[in-house]
């Protein structure tokens, strides 16, 4: 009998295996981060044992979600302004807001607030940008989050650093500072194609590719960025970033909404992925990702929050939910987009969307143990005769009640473990009386 770290048994467990695979009344044995056997309840208790026992019994068993672009040092602009076009949403509201508070404390304090909240909605890996991501790399580190991150890289000084090739720098600093790490991964983030220049784009993509990084940018989200591509250079995003030699797999984009087919075929051919933020893009109605041309054009794609200034919460349930109800409805077609799809996008597609699909994303022996688990015993969440239509059209993130990240127990029946909630609740207190005062300045 082999000691293990901890056992998860009589779960309902969805692997997201290449089968597909369901074991009822399965157990998971989980060693040095990693899941180390799976299967029968009978078979696993005969060969393992361990001193952390979790008890499943009443609880479906998954991959934590992937949630593929968010911006979580953003916490604490959480409804500071909304109902607003995007353009006085961020040059009004958003950016001077930013210019006051953004600093190192802050990038921390607000990170660390939204690593708590993703642990409750299920969340255990996040690709995140924004500014001084190292902050960012501390606070998800001490909450034991999986994230990769990028500093945001602009041609314009920002709060961070005044040139854009200080930004790349400190991407590449990050990237040397955290090779070690279980838990980090830093990547080259340029802001978008109106904010950075054709030369800091080659030159953030060389520098990523140079040092082995993921790359990740915003891209069509809105219209006027596409009419004002094809005026500047005279072709539509994704033909301009091919151009240059920034697309390949190593790339995955943000939004992608007004992608047309032609551009769709490119990316497919690239291997380049789309995070949709459905909910962002509804709020802000930028338009609707073409969800189908990209399945039929052979796009990975992912799904995500964006940041809670603009959704306004981390709760990927919600964006699988209502992306399959959008795109049902926009393709009057009931039958779009069935739930073990969806479900598929937040966890084993995203991890090939970001190159880790050999190690997240599915529960099979050998792979990192990012586990979620989810209560069936709540009178909302009974009966369940489908579990993936349960995840994406019954079920809301109160209904996560333990998260494992890289084998370690981050949450236990619906309680942080490490994190102090009473804590966070003070933090967001003070910088919501220190905003406020902005408004009225
Ligand atoms: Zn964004």
Redesign the pocket.
């Known amino acids: 009998m082999k000691n293990t770290d901890i056992i998860i048994k009589n779960g309902y467990i969805v692997t997201i295996n290449p089968e597909m695979e369901i074991i009822e009344g399965g157990a998971l044995a989980v060693e040095k981060g990693k899941i180390l056997a799976i299967g029968a309840t009978e078979e696993i208790e005969k060969n393992y044992t361990s001193d952390t026992i979790i008890d499943a019994s009443s609880k479906i068993v998954m991959p934590g979600f992937i949630n593929g672009?968010t911006?979580i040092a953003m916490s604490f602009f959480r409804g500071y302004a909304d109902d607003l076009l995007l353009q006085s949403w961020l040059e009004d509201h958003i950016w001077p807001a930013e210019e006051k508070f953004v600093k190192a404390q802050f990038v921390y304090d607000s990170s660390f607030y939204a690593c708590a909240e993703l642990i409750k909605n299920g969340i255990t890996m996040i690709n995140d940008?924004y500014f001084y991501s190292k902050e960012t790399a501390r606070a998800a580190t001490k909450a034991g989050m999986r994230a990769i991150l990028g500093e945001c890289i602009f041609d314009f000084p920002m709060a961070s650093h005044t040139t854009p090739e200080s930004m790349i720098n400190y991407a590449i600093e990050g990237h040397e500072e955290y090779k070690d790490s279980d838990l980090i991964d830093f990547a080259m983030m340029p802001h978008s194609i109106y904010t950075c220049s054709k030369q800091n784009l080659i030159t953030a993509s060389e520098q990523a590719r140079a040092h082995n990084m993921l790359i990740h940018i915003?891209l069509s989200e809105a219209q006027k960025e596409v009419d004002d591509c094809l005026k500047q250079y005279g072709v539509r995003p994704v033909q301009y970033l091919d151009s240059i030699g920034f697309l390949g797999n190593d790339v995955s984009l943000?939004?992608g909404v007004w992608i047309d087919d032609q551009e769709q075929k490119l990316l497919a051919k690239k291997g380049v992925g789309v995070n949709i933020?459905t909910e962002c893009n509804l709020k802000l109605a930028s338009g609707f990702a073409p969800i189908k041309g990209y399945k039929e054009n052979g796009v990975m794609i992912s799904l995500a929050t964006?940041?809670v200034a603009s959704n306004n919460n981390l709760s990927i349930i919600d964006e699988m939910d209502m992306t399959a109800k959008v795109h049902k409805a926009i393709n009057n077609d009931p039958t779009f987009l069935p739930a073990e799809e969806v479900v598929r996008m937040v966890t084993i597609d995203a991890a090939k969307m970001f190159n880790k699909e050999d190690e997240l994303g599915s529960l099979e022996v050998g792979k990192k143990a990012d586990i979620i688990l989810l209560e069936r015993n709540k009178l909302e969440n009974m009966p369940m005769y489908n579990v993936y239509s349960h995840l994406v059209y019954t079920m809301h993130s109160e209904s996560v009640e333990d998260v494992i990240v890289n084998g370690k127990v981050l949450m236990q029946d619906r309680k942080l473990v490490e994190i102090d909630e009473d804590e966070l609740f003070e933090k967001a207190k003070y910088y919501q009386k220190e905003l406020q005062k902005t408004k009225s300045d």
């Open positions: 672009h911006h940008m915003h943000a939004h933020c964006d940041g």
